[in-house]
């Protein structure tokens, strides 16, 4: 049974991870519809709400992009239903062209966009921060401070959107998401609603009458949509989600949100500034709740304002203020702007201690450099160090292997234009440093396409493109499709493993099964590409003669495009995961590891954590645990002095 309908009792308590409080509060509001693409660290919400959807009359689905699950939410809205849409930072910008028109038109039944954000950039290549579109934009952000409030605040969501007819933002972080605490839950809904899309009302009437944006539609929109912002302000001034803790006139006013509330509320205690500090937690950060704001800002004369982040809330705090200076006094404001508060990073406990320390001319910490020092020298050689690997047995080791070999053998200075996804990682030695380029998904191809072009100007490297099937389907069919009509000079490699691996192997539109687990048809990627009107070939990159020669065929076929697709399923999925192909041996007799002319090829470069190299007996062994069987790093050693035996099936 699933955590989030474990209780359908009022009142019980329940340990949950961040994104199961949130999903359960989704459940709480009575949500219908749950559309998102996956994205750490927001992935476990649609898997929680997808598990109980049969259980929970629920539709869930893997949309091939965030801009599709924005609109497939949306629709279930204009049909009076109740829709959640959930990404990760970065899919807010794939979003972003519709959400722009989604805000200006509003919305009917309660619609929620949940963005979880990586500030740190733990499981991301950027600290990307969506808040912005929320002002830019003009439709309501709010942010949980906890894990109960990571539930209350969902199931407030919806009402909120219904009460101004318009998207809500929830904005949770990784320490938020993955973190666990106690959530107390309340009931669960059995009611049913019918889905009706009414169109034939007036043209204006935003709840019976067609769904559009167009031109000179705006301002009587716009309009519409700022009355809704004004009747959120109202609910904001008294909402419970805002709440002060400490002394009627604090020395120093701390102002916050989401995961950092958390933060400041440790690092007062810990220094027992109870007395001195003021904590004002925002759960409702845009718009600013001015008349609350200006009463806390009225008592004190410093202001700390402490958020994940960019200084969104700082620097809007800021031009509230500067609009009320009259009435609330002179203020000196310290964050990010005057780095009381660190610029990049994410937060912690010991950083607003620091920033505590600092303003209040407090004494050191007694954690002080000298101490880190010592224990760093202490514990040197004592933790092993964990560069970037590929799993054992993963097919992208041998991929970049194979298409790191070609491009030497070439001789021409070729290149690779990188996506985002497990396989990011070839910029790395585990992937033999094969990709020189790596920006958002999709990206890959797009450069490409366009380092394609450059024959004209003198460039004479082959061009290839690496993604993933999952990504494929997201945003690399357009790049594609611009690389094929314009007759760009490039080979896209699709590194198709069986499932969208970085993020928990959710299914994409090339897998068989929906986010309920039901079946779906999948979609070809060859027979798509082949549709395009490009050659296609497709190749096993465990098998290295064939696909070594099918990549040189590529490489030498210049002129258009080509597109080959490297197919053999991910380590970790279902489909491999527990089961060996080949019993792996290493020969002694034929091992001379550090003699051997390789020079430990299979331990020093192919770097597969299934070999290991024995220091005392000068030999490269296989480790049983850890090994998976596939049989690659055989073909890697140039002495065949590692054996495979075909396992039996039992």
């Known amino acids: 049974m699933s955590i989030i309908t474990s209780s359908k009792n009022k009142g019980e308590r329940l340990l949950m991870m961040g994104n199961e409080a949130i999903a359960r509060g989704a459940l709480e509001a009575g949500v219908n519809v749950v559309a998102a693409y996956p994205g750490t660290p927001s992935s476990e919400i649609p898997k929680a709400l997808g598990d109980v959807a049969d259980e929970m009359g629920l539709y869930v689905e893997w949309s091939t992009n965030e801009k599709v699950s924005l609109e497939v939410a949306a629709a279930a809205s204009y049909s009076g239903l109740r829709a959640l849409c959930a990404m990760k930072q970065v899919g807010v910008n794939v979003a972003s062209d519709f959400l722009l028109h989604l805000a200006e038109y509003g919305s009917r039944g309660g619609l929620v966009l949940v963005t979880c954000e990586d500030p740190g950039s733990l499981s991301s290549t950027n600290e990307g921060d969506s808040r912005p579109y929320s002002k830019m934009m003009e439709f309501p952000l709010i942010e949980p401070g906890d894990f109960q409030e990571a539930k209350e605040m969902t199931r407030w969501a919806f009402e909120l959107s219904e009460t101004i007819n318009n998207v809500v933002m929830l904005r949770s972080v990784t320490r938020m998401s993955h973190a666990s605490g106690n959530v107390v839950v309340g009931d669960l809904p059995q009611t049913r609603v019918k889905a009706d899309f009414q169109y034939s009302g007036g043209f204006f009437d935003q709840m019976t009458g067609p769904v559009m944006t167009l031109p000179g539609t705006a301002p009587v929109q716009r309009l519409r949509q700022q009355e809704g912002l004004e009747r959120a302000i109202a609910c904001f001034e008294k909402s419970p989600f805002n709440t002060y803790a400490g002394p009627d006139e604090p020395e120093l006013l701390v102002i916050t949100s989401s995961a950092a509330n958390l933060y400041c509320r440790e690092a007062i205690d810990n220094l027992r500034l109870q007395a001195r500090v003021g904590l004002l937690k925002l759960g409702t950060t845009w718009p600013l709740p001015p008349r609350l704001l200006e009463k806390y800002l009225t008592c004190t004369g410093r202001v700390l304002i402490v958020e994940e982040g960019t200084p969104f809330m700082e620097d809007n705090i800021k031009a509230l203020f500067a609009q009320r200076a009259e009435a609330i006094g002179p203020t000196r404001f310290h964050g990010r702007a005057d780095k009381s508060i660190p610029l990049v990073d994410e937060l912690n406990p010991d950083r607003v201690m620091t920033a505590l320390v600092k303003i209040l001319d407090l004494p050191a910490l007694d954690v002080n450099a000298d101490y880190r020092s010592r224990i760093a020298t202490e514990l040197d050689?004592?933790?092993?160090?964990?560069?970037?690997?590929?799993?054992?047995?993963?097919?992208?080791?041998?991929?970049?292997?194979?298409?790191?070999?070609?491009?030497?053998?070439?001789?021409?200075?070729?290149?690779?234009?990188?996506?985002?996804?497990?396989?990011?990682?070839?910029?790395?030695?585990?992937?033999?440093q094969a990709v020189k380029t790596c920006a958002a998904m999709g990206s890959g191809i797009g450069m490409a396409s366009g380092f394609g072009q450059l024959q004209r100007f003198g460039m004479d490297q082959p061009v290839m493109a690496v993604c993933g099937d999952s990504t494929f389907f997201h945003t690399a069919m357009p790049g594609l499709v611009n690389a094929i009509h314009n007759q760009a000079d490039v080979v896209m490699v699709i590194l198709d493993n069986s499932g969208t691996a970085m993020t928990g192997f959710q299914p994409h539109p090339g897998i068989p099964i929906g986010a309920d687990g039901k079946p779906l048809p999948a979609l070809d990627i060859p027979a798509i590409c082949r549709a395009m009107g490009v050659r296609v070939e497709i190749a096993d990159p465990f098998k290295f003669n064939q696909a070594r020669q099918t990549i040189a065929d590529l490489l030498d076929d210049s002129g258009g495009v080509r597109v080959l697709v490297l197919r053999q399923a991910c380590a970790l999925s279902p489909t491999r995961k527990g089961k060996k192909s080949w019993k792996v041996t290493v020969d002694p007799d034929k091992c001379m590891a550090e003699s051997c002319g390789c020079n430990r090829l299979c331990t020093r470069i192919f770097k597969c954590p299934g070999l290991t190299w024995d220091s005392e007996e000068k030999q490269t062994r296989i480790d049983e645990f850890v090994c998976v069987g596939c049989g690659v790093c055989a073909q890697v050693c140039p002495h065949n002095a590692i054996t495979i035996e075909k396992v039996e099936k039992a």
């Open 381 to 432: 050689g004592c933790i092993p160090g964990r560069p970037m690997a590929f799993c054992p047995g993963c097919p992208h080791r041998a991929s970049f292997w194979l298409l790191h070999e070609a491009i030497k053998l070439d001789n021409r200075r070729g290149f690779i234009a990188g996506d985002i996804g497990c396989y990011v990682m070839a910029v790395s030695d585990c992937g033999f």
